[in-house]
């Protein structure tokens, strides 16, 4: 009974018995080296997923201020079709909808690479550049506009609120681009460099216990 049982093991480790023989110091290090592995991903995993949270957040507030837009172009869009809050309204549904999406695909990034969406950060870009131009359109109408002075029967002071909203959003989405093009081009070399000093670590800590 107890070869049977003993078979399995041996078999499922056949290659590491061959390598190290009977050598106790050779079975040791392949331990060692087994709880170094293990020590980089436990690690690492923390690191990871306290990245996600300031991800998350960012899309939270994009999402929040692009409804908040959503919420005060279209009431003047619903008054009566005017260029300037057509697209004002357009680039706030693009923004809450990627913002949507991102936030939904970040956390299946550690399953597969289409799932990565920082390597998207020309989109985020892109937006950024859409917002910066609403926050344009609208500064030249109202930023020194008196408040009493109304434009197209819109509350000037409503309005104020709004273009300086639009410009967060535009902050907002260069931070995540930004972001994504670090992450994307010097992200592997930061992990890279993260992995050494993580497996330094622990290999002193298995050659202090050896």
Request: aromatic share 10%; charged share 20%; net charge positive.
């Amino acid at each position: 009974m107890a070869i049977t049982k003993l078979l399995p093991v041996l078999l499922k480790n056949k290659e590491a018995i061959l390598e190290d023989g009977l050598d106790p110091r050779a079975h040791a290090q392949r331990q060692a080296n087994n709880g170094i592995g293990y020590g980089k991903k436990a690690a690492a995993a923390p690191l990871r997923a306290w990245e996600n949270v300031p991800r998350m957040v960012v899309r939270g507030l994009q999402f929040l201020l692009g409804i908040v837009i959503v919420g005060i172009y279209g009431n003047r869009v619903s008054d009566g079709l005017s260029p300037e809050w057509v697209y004002g309204l357009a680039v706030a549904g693009i923004s809450c909808v990627t913002a949507v999406a991102f936030a939904i695909a970040a956390p299946f990034g550690a399953v597969s690479k289409k799932f990565k969406t920082h390597r998207l950060f020309t989109w985020d870009l892109a937006i950024f550049v859409l917002w910066i131009v609403a926050f344009g359109i609208f500064a030249g109408i109202f930023l020194h506009r008196d408040s009493k002075n109304s434009y197209k029967g819109s509350s000037t002071i409503v309005e104020k609120a709004a273009m300086w909203i639009d410009l967060v959003n535009a902050i907002l989405w260069l931070v995540s681009g930004t972001y994504g093009f670090v992450k994307t081009f010097v992200g592997g070399k930061v992990d890279t460099l993260g992995t050494k000093a993580t497996g330094k670590l622990f290999g002193k800590k298995q050659e202090a216990r050896l």
